[in-house]
T-cell receptor, first 113, second 112 residues
Framework: NAGVMQNPRHLVRRRGQEARLRCSPMKGHSHVYWYRQLPEEGLKFMVYLQKENIIDESGMPKERFSAEFPKEGPSILRIQQVVRGDSAAYFC???????????FGQGTRLTVV | SQQGEEDPQALSIQEGENATMNCSYKTSINNLQWYRQNSGRGLVHLILIRSNEREKHSGRLRVTLDTSKKSSSLLITASRAADTASYFC????????????FGEGTQLTVNP
């Protein structure tokens, strides 16, 4: 039973480009969460999705960031017109039900140059 | 201010010693989870303790939860060099679904 799969593991983008981060939850999990981690800091919640629905996006920046979890395929975190401050590790987690263990992927390390 | 603050920020011990890390939080929770993160890697789930539980064990790990003090502790017994990592507590509020709020973590170094 594969764990949470994120790709790519590392992503380099120039300022102004778009970054697309993918996350496939654990088999049987329908709850997906995205978190961002800046160097030497803890994880900060961004968005919580279930299939085809955004449940809580209170941690998402108002502009340039969007997320989706389509009926088929992985969840996508999209960052448009990236800036240097977007450089961070982005982690995806999934859970099978509410208020249960969340399992994390290995993360995507985004570097904006 | 942070929901889920770990204490201490850094801890250095010798192999074989016990390591205790503390976590405080501010609001009512459904559960509290502890994670380990090795440098540059993903998070590994260690243990989940629910608000109606006071203590849980898993191998060399012992977690306590005091909801009256809004605090939790993680004890690692007989530490090993491989335990060197950052440890985070994360709270799941009653009203936030499964959204987790993380503290800043404790960096544990176990010296051989």
């Amino acid at each position: 039973n594969a764990g949470v799969m994120q790709n790519p593991r590392h992503l380099v983008r120039r300022r102004g480009q778009e970054a697309r981060l993918r996350c496939s939850p654990m088999k049987g999990h329908s709850h997906v969460y995205w978190y961002r981690q800046l160097p030497e800091e803890g994880l900060k919640f961004m968005v919580y999705l279930q299939k085809e629905n955004i449940i809580d996006e209170s941690g998402m920046p108002k502009e340039r960031f969007s997320a989706e979890f389509p009926k088929e395929g992985p969840s996508i975190l999209r960052i448009q017109q990236v800036v240097r401050g977007d450089s961070a590790a982005y982690f995806c987690a999934s859970s099978g039900q509410m208020n249960t263990e969340a399992f994390f992927g290995q993360g995507t390390r985004l570097t904006v140059v | 201010s942070q929901q889920g603050e770990e204490d201490p920020q850094a801890l250095s011990i010798q192999e074989g010693e016990n390591a205790t890390m503390n976590c405080s939080y501010k609001t009512s929770i459904n559960n509290l989870q502890w994670y380990r993160q090795n440098s540059g890697r993903g998070l590994v789930h260690l243990i989940l303790i629910r608000s109606n539980e006071r203590e849980k064990h898993s191998g060399r790990l012992r977690v306590t939860l005091d909801t009256s003090k809004k605090s939790s502790s993680l004890l690692i017994t007989a530490s090993r060099a491989a335990d060197t990592a950052s440890y985070f507590c994360a709270t799941c509020k009653e009203t936030s679904g499964s959204r987790l709020t993380f503290g800043e973590g404790t960096q544990l170094t176990v010296n051989p």
